[in-house]
């Protein structure tokens, strides 16, 4: 087994796992350390987590510009927006003429289909930015710092959906190429051509380097715990699949044998039940420790996690009296709650019908969500409760110690909580099969006639059906919670949501959706004389419709209610601040923010260490949320897995 | 024989006048599947609510217009049952 990134050919090297695990921090250690032995090399750290933190992680300001962090370090925090825009300005007018080309739609429809956004636009624009990159080869090495596990996976797979998209734009070129050829006699390649060609080379090179072992490694990162080691076990799983190397596994967060603390101690000794479970299942891959350290690592201690990621230096936890020698232990007897009147509030989400847990990855939401149904699911048994989660990379049910995928369960114990973990792909067949008279009427209508147009366009609407779209989980979960509040079988929503970069892409896709359909509906209406799409117009309606209940209900403050989760540590502070904002500017309700895994009070050195640093933070927020009711929760000493540690944490956050 | 020109003039006025008298009808139910058609009444009313999602109108302009619609299609089907 090789050591860790010794191949000095790569070209790509990606960091991958749950939110929290320290992708970020290894990205970052990792792009300074590989800079050092050869100057000359350029390096580039790039994040594609629409909730960056690569610029917390360095202590610099990054942005969506290439930014120098030392001679030949850059780093770089895209903006799908902003490279949307670019992209337009760039190729805008060829993609326009194909479209006019291969469709009945004038460049007036074209027009306005193209001031649109897209879902799904994060993970697009990046594969076309490393794409950019590869080209330019200004870079030796690209180092992406991804977003959390499920959206990664779709970042992984997107190139070869993007093929099958290129390929569609070729298809709308083949009628134009069979006119030309049929009246004069030859066809003339042209800027279309050319554009659909470097298109579909951009994207293969893409591809071709993620599969490349020579060149190419994926890093997933891991902490000893178990919805951690899940993800990544099911990121390898589908790794493979895709046949993108993996040598390495970050273990972060590693506890040594600290008895001295009844509370470290508890909580390493379930670490090491965890370790001995990645040693087991992991143990082809090399395994990279790192430990939990008493302190944050950001800018100049990147250096140090960096040593000991490289197995340049081992680390030595500091003694008790080095760690703070001279700190008063905080008092004890649990968390004093300063504002009493917080857990009483929070009772008020038992009346929504919509409640959204949020945050940064690895602050725990899927355990708050998840204890928060149960608890309003025991304390409402008049109201049926669905705990539903909208993370590609889900969670539920490793939180219920339950099975649930796919398909409404009921979770055991209780008869009126039920659990869902939508699965887009899967969804998008079943939308086909219940949309089949839709989707015939068009076909009748579009190809009713003969002639050279119907084999092209036979083609182009088969091929259509056939793509994924982009941001498909996102669409079909919206889709799934529609049709669900019509159906109105449940009370009360409990939302599990993607981290916060990805769940900010879901709030505003209603949004989204809704000018799509604006844009279809104008062009249904300029178009009614040639073609009447009756079964169509009726679907498009009722969704437009469902669309405009649901931003009705996410802005009634009486029926949704964002909360705000977060963790007293510098990038859990500075994504809530993000988050926060973006969620007032889509009008969402949000009245409580819960701060998790508090240290709590021990007189062990290590802890307090933590804790003081920790205070700080807690400040920090309080500060930052002056609107807000604050829930307090420990740091407990124990996983939360099953309905007896779901209840005793909804019991800590609903005061019981 | 004057009651066989008569006849025939009235036949020949009758035979020149049948096809105006079909092209009249034609286009009395051509205006009348038009207004009263239910199909016309349909798309229109989906045109409308297009038009109330496209915020084109307002919802107070949409109630009116498809009360108008309604009284429409009642209107066809009275008709229709006259017939």
Request: charged share 30%; hydrophobic share 40%; net charge negative.
């Amino acid at each position: 087994m090789s050591a860790f990134l010794a191949n000095p050919n790569l070209k790509l090297i990606i960091f991958g796992g749950k939110g929290g695990s320290g992708k970020t921090t290894s990205a970052a250690a990792t792009a300074l350390h590989l800079s050092k032995p050869d100057p000359k090399k350029r390096i580039l750290a790039m994040s594609t987590d629409p909730a960056h933190s690569l610029g917390d992680s360095f202590n610099i300001t990054i942005d969506n510009k290439i930014t120098a962090i030392n001679e030949n370090v850059w780093g770089l925090e895209i903006d799908s927006n902003e490279l949307l825009e670019e992209y337009k300005a760039r190729h805008g007018g060829v993609i326009k003429k194909i479209a006019d080309r291969g469709t009945y739609f004038d460049k007036e429809d074209i027009e306005d289909f193209f001031t649109q956004s897209l879902p799904g636009l994060d993970e697009v624009m990046a594969i076309i930015r490393i794409a950019d990159l590869l080209k330019a080869r200004e870079y030796d090495l690209i180092i992406l710092d991804t977003a959390p596990t499920g959206h990664t996976m779709v970042l992984l797979s997107l190139p070869e959906q993007m093929e099958k998209w290129i390929h569609l734009m070729d298809m709308l070129m083949e009628k134009h190429r069979f006119v030309m050829k049929t009246m004069v006699g030859r066809y003339r390649r042209d800027e279309c051509d050319e554009f659909i060609d470097s298109q579909m080379e951009d994207v293969r090179r893409v591809r071709r380097l993620l599969t490349d072992a020579t060149t190419t490694e994926f890093v997933p990162v891991t902490i000893p715990e178990p919805m951690s080691i899940f993800e990544i076990q099911k990121a390898i799983e589908t790794l493979k699949g895709y046949n993108i190397p993996v040598n390495s596994i970050i273990v972060n967060r590693v506890t040594g044998r600290e008895r001295e603390c009844p509370f470290c101690s508890a909580r390493s000794e379930q670490g090491e039940r965890y370790m001995q479970e990645i040693e087991q299942k992991f143990a082809p891959y090399n395994l990279v420790k790192l430990p939990l350290f008493p302190h944050q690592i950001r800018g100049e201690s990147l250096t140090e996690y960096a040593q000991i990621l490289f197995e340049e230096r081992k680390y030595t936890p500091p003694a008790r009296a080095e760690v703070l020698p001279q700190v008063t232990p905080l008092a004890k007897g649990g968390l004093s709650d300063p504002r009493s009147e917080s857990r009483t509030s929070i009772l008020n989400i038992l009346k929504k019908e919509f409640v959204i847990f949020g945050g940064k990855g690895g602050v725990g939401k899927t355990s708050i969500a998840a204890a928060s149904a149960l608890y309003l699911a025991q304390h409402k048994p008049d109201r049926k409760v669905l705990a539903f989660s909208t993370d590609p990379a889900h969670a539920l049910s490793d939180s219920f110690e339950q099975h649930i995928g796919n398909h409404i369960t009921p979770i055991s114990g209780l008869d009126n909580l039920y659990a869902l973990e939508i699965d887009g792909t899967q969804m998008l067949e079943d939308f086909k099969q219940d949309y089949r008279d839709v989707i015939d009427e068009i076909f009748e209508k579009f190809l009713g006639g003969s002639g050279v147009d119907v084999r092209f366009d036979r083609e182009i609407l088969q091929e259509l059906l056939s793509v994924t779209p982009p941001g498909l989980d996102e669409l079909m979960s919206l889709r799934k919670i529609m049709e669900l509040m019509k159906e109105g079988d449940y009370d009360l929503f409990v939302l599990d949501s993607a981290a916060s970069g990805h769940l900010l892409r879901f709030l505003e896709l209603p949004h989204l959706v809704r000018d799509w359909l604006k844009s279809g509906f104008k062009l249904l209406t300029k178009y009614r004389g040639v073609v009447k799409l009756t079964k169509a117009t009726e679907l498009l309606l009722d969704l437009s419709r469902d669309i405009r209940r649901i931003l009705e209900v996410f802005s009634n403050p009486q029926g949704t209610e964002f909360v705000m989760i977060t963790i007293p540590e510098e990038m859990g502070v500075a994504e809530m601040g993000d988050l926060a904002v973006s969620v007032a500017n889509l009008k969402i309700p949000s009245f409580h923010t819960i701060i998790n895994m508090i240290i709590p009070p021990t007189d062990c050195g290590f802890c307090v260490a933590k804790s003081k640093e920790q205070q700080r933070y807690i400040q920090e927020i309080e500060a930052k949320s002056p609107d807000h009711a604050i829930i307090y929760i420990p740091l407990l000493p124990h996983e939360i897995r099953g309905l007896e540690n779901l209840s005793e944490l909804a019991g800590i956050m609903f005061g019981e | 024989m004057p009651i066989i020109e008569t006849y025939l003039a009235l036949t020949l006025a009758k035979a020149l006048a049948e096809p105006f008298c079909m092209v009249i009808e034609k286009i009395r139910d051509m205006a009348e599947e038009e207004l009263y058609g239910e199909d016309k009444i349909k798309q229109d009313l989906l045109e409308l609510q297009m038009k109330l999602e496209m915020e084109e109108i307002t919802e107070e302009e949409y109630m009116m217009a498809e009360a108008a619609l309604m009284e429409r299609l009642e209107e066809g089907r009275r008709r229709g049952g006259e017939e």
